[in-house]
C-alpha cells in the first residue's frame, strides 16, 4: 500500500513520509492540536490543505460542562477560520463512523486522527491510524507524515458461525490469541471463510480490537458487497487492492472457529478474556450496547431479534443504555421501531457518540458496580474508581440485561 | 542524548492510558496541570505526582501505555520532570507519541523484576545501556535508532520539522 502511495518498493522496518489523503480531530485531543498549531505557527498559520481535514465532534457530545463546551468552541472556531471542508458538529456521531458513511475513506486511503480506534477503517482497507496532537499538528503542516512500514501477519479464520455465536466473540478469541500486546507494531491481514461472510459492521467490529493487542492496522479486503457501499457512498470507482501473492508474513495462523462459543473479556484487560458460561451468575448493575466497535445498526438488530425471540423486558435493577454510532444508524433504529422496543423494554438510549467510553458522561459506575459493555476497553477505574467492566457482544450483552446477570445468550433460546 | 541518571519508580505490567492519565482529565489542555494527575489511578500511587523528584525514572512491565492516543499520557510524565520510561514493552502509539515529544522510552525485556522502587538507575540512550547502580545490575535494551533518534535528537517532532523547514 504504502508502495503504491510513494511509487516505489518499501520494505518492513523501514521509515517512509506518507502524504495524509485525510486528517481528523475531534473534540478530544483536537483542540490540544490547535492550541498547538497556533504556537507552532505563531497564530499566523494556514493549515496545507483545507479540504483534507475533517473535524468530528463524538467525545462529550453536546458537551458536558463549561471546559468541553470551550473546547468545542475551539473546534468550530478553527474550523470557520482556516475553511475546514469536513465539520460534523455534536449530531453526527463517532467519527471514524461518519467519515465512513459521507463517503470519505476509501481502500488504499491514508488517514490520521485523533483517536485510537481509528485503524477500524482498516475494515475497509484504509490505512488509518490513531495519533497524538503532536503528529496532527505536523500533519497540518506538512500534509504528510512519518510511519514505520509494520510487519504483516496473516490471520486466517475458516469455518462457520453458528447462531448466537457474533463477530464480537470472533474479536474476543483473536484478542485472547495475540494479548494486548502480541500484535505490537504489527500490521494484520484477516481473511477466510468466516471473515469473507462477515457484513461491513462485522469487519468493523473486528478491525477496532486490532488496537486492543497493540496492532497498528487490521486490514479486511472489501467483497462485491462492501466495495458497492463504498462506491455509493464516494460516488467514485472503488479499487480493492490484493495482498501480494508473495508477501512475505511475518507469521500465518489459522484457525478453524465453527466451534467457538459467547466470550467475554474480563477485568481489568482486553485479553482477559473467558468463556461465557464460566461467569454465569455474576450480578450485573448496566449494560451497554455502543461504541466505535457494536455501535452500527447490525449490532442493534442482533439485539432486537434477540429480544423479540426471547420476548422479555429488561431486568428493572439492570441500567441498559443504548448508543447508536452515527445520526444515521439512530434515524434507522427509530424508523423501524427497533428504539421503541429497546425503551419501552427499560432501556435508555441516547444521542449518538462515544457514550460510555468516555468517562464523565454518559453511565458512570459507582464504587463496586459490574457494567457489560459491547465496547473495547475494560481498563481500571476508567468508567469510574472500583468498578468492574465486562466486554461482550451485543447478544450476551441483551441476555444479561434480560436476567440480570451475565449469561450465555444460547441460554435463554 | 543524554545519560540519565535517577531514582526508579517500579510499576507492573499493563499500565494503561487510563492509569496513566484518567479519561476524566482530558479536557485540560495545560500539560503542567495535566502533571498533576500521573499515575494517579494505579492503586496505592493516587498521590505520584507529590512523591516523584525531577530526573526520576518510571520502570514498568510489559505494555505500557496501552490503550488511548491521548498525548496527555506521554506529557502528564514529562512536565512532571521524569527523565524517561523503560519497560519490557510499550505500546505502539505511546511510544510513538513518546518521540514525538522528545521523551525517551526504551523498551528493556526483564527489566521490571529487576529493579525495586528506589533503586538508582543510569540509563544511556544511544547505546540502550542500563545499569542499576543500587545492585551493580547490567541491562540492555533495544537502543533508539534511525528516524527516531534523529527526532528525539532534535527536541521532538515538531522541532525536527522545523529544522528541515530553516534548513
Known amino acids: 500500500m504504502a508502495s503504491n502511495k510513494l511509487g516505489r518498493e518499501v520494505k518492513a522496518g523501514e521509515r517512509v513520509w506518507l502524504p495524509l489523503d485525510l486528517i481528523v480531530i475531534r473534540d478530544f485531543a483536537g483542540p490540544n492540536a490547535i492550541l498547538q498549531f497556533e504556537e507552532v505557527t505563531g497564530g499566523k498559520g494556514k493549515v496545507f490543505d483545507p479540504e483534507r481535514i475533517a473535524i468530528t465532534f463524538d467525545y462529550q457530545v453536546p458537551a458536558k460542562d463549561e471546559k468541553v463546551a470551550n473546547n468545542q468552541k475551539i473546534c468550530r472556531d478553527f474550523a470557520e477560520r482556516q475553511g475546514i471542508k469536513y465539520f460534523f458538529d455534536v449530531n453526527a456521531g463517532i467519527g471514524q463512523h461518519v467519515l465512513l458513511e459521507k463517503g470519505l475513506i476509501t481502500p488504499g486511503s491514508v488517514v490520521i486522527g485523533t483517536d485510537s480506534h481509528m485503524n477500524l477503517l482498516g475494515a475497509v482497507e484504509s490505512f488509518s491510524t490513531g495519533v497524538g496532537n503532536t503528529d496532527i499538528v505536523a500533519g497540518f503542516i506538512l500534509g504528510k507524515l512519518w510511519f514505520r512500514i509494520p510487519q504483516s501477519v496473516k490471520v486466517v479464520f475458516n469455518g462457520r458461525l453458528e447462531y448466537p455465536v457474533t463477530s464480537k466473540d470472533v474479536t474476543l478469541f483473536f484478542v485472547s490469541e495475540f494479548g494486548g500486546d502480541g500484535a505490537n507494531y504489527l500490521s494484520i491481514e484477516f481473511s477466510g471463510e468466516v471473515i469473507d461472510s462477515f457484513s461491513l459492521a462485522d469487519r468493523i467490529t473486528l478491525a477496532s480490537m486490532v488496537t486492543e493487542t497493540g496492532g497498528k492496522i487490521g486490514f479486511i479486503v472489501p467483497n462485491e458487497e462492501i466495495k458497492t457501499f463504498l462506491e455509493e457512498r464516494s460516488r467514485s470507482k472503488v479499487e480493492v487492492i490484493d495482498p501480494d501473492s508473495d508477501a512475505n508474513y511475518l507469521e500465518v495462523r489459522e484457525y478453524d472457529i465453527s466451534d467457538l462459543e459467547p466470550l467475554v473479556s474480563c477485568p481489568h484487560v482486553p485479553e482477559n478474556v473467558k468463556k461465557v458460561r464460566e461467569l454465569k451468575g455474576v450480578k450485573v448493575d448496566e449494560v451497554f450496547i455502543g461504541s466505535c466497535t457494536n455501535g452500527r445498526y447490525e449490532d442493534f438488530k442482533l439485539a432486537y431479534d434477540y429480544l423479540l425471540k426471547v420476548g422479555k423486558e429488561f431486568n428493572p435493577k439492570v441500567k441498559v443504555i443504548f448508543t447508536p454510532a452515527t445520526k444515521e444508524v439512530t434515524l434507522r433504529l427509530l424508523e423501524e421501531g427497533i428504539a421503541k422496543a429497546f425503551v419501552e423494554a427499560g432501556g435508555v438510549l441516547t444521542n449518538p457518540g462515544c457514550s460510555l467510553c468516555t468517562i464523565g458522561h454518559h453511565g458512570i459506575l459507582a464504587k463496586g458496580e459490574v457494567l457489560l459493555s459491547t465496547s473495547n476497553r475494560n481498563f481500571q477505574g476508567k468508567l469510574g474508581k472500583g468498578s468492574y467492566v465486562y466486554l461482550c457482544s451485543p447478544l450476551t450483552a441483551i441476555a444479561s440485561a434480560i436476567t440480570g446477570e451475565i449469561t450465555d445468550p444460547r441460554d435463554l433460546l | ?167
Open chain 2, 1 to 167: 542524548m543524554a545519560v540519565l541518571r535517577g531514582r526508579a519508580w517500579v510499576f507492573g505490567d499493563n499500565i494503561d492510558t487510563d492509569l496513566i492519565y484518567h479519561g476524566k482529565y482530558l479536557p485540560l489542555t495545560d500539560p503542567s496541570e495535566m502533571a498533576k494527575h500521573a499515575m494517579e489511578y494505579v492503586p496505592g500511587m493516587e498521590d505520584f505526582s507529590k512523591r516523584v523528584k525531577p530526573g526520576d525514572i518510571v520502570v514498568a512491565g510489559r505494555n505500557f501505555g496501552s490503550g488511548s492516543s491521548r498525548e496527555h499520557a506521554v506529557l502528564c510524565l514529562k512536565y512532571l520532570g521524569i527523565s524517561g520510561v523503560i519497560a519490557e514493552s510499550i505500546s505502539r502509539i505511546y511510544y510513538r507519541n513518546a518521540i514525538n515529544n522528545g521523551f525517551l522510552v526504551l523498551e528493556c525485556p526483564g527489566i521490571s523484576k529487576k529493579v525495586k522502587t528506589g533503586d538508582e538507575i543510569e540509563v544511556e540512550p544511544e547505546t540502550g545501556r542500563i545499569r542499576n547502580l543500587s545492585t551493580g545490575e547490567e541491562f540492555q535494551a533495544n537502543p533508539i535508532s534511525g528516524l527516531e533518534k534523529e527526532i528525539m535528537e532534535k527536541g521532538g517532532l515538531i522541532e525536527y520539522i522545523q529544522s528541515l523547514i530553516e534548513r
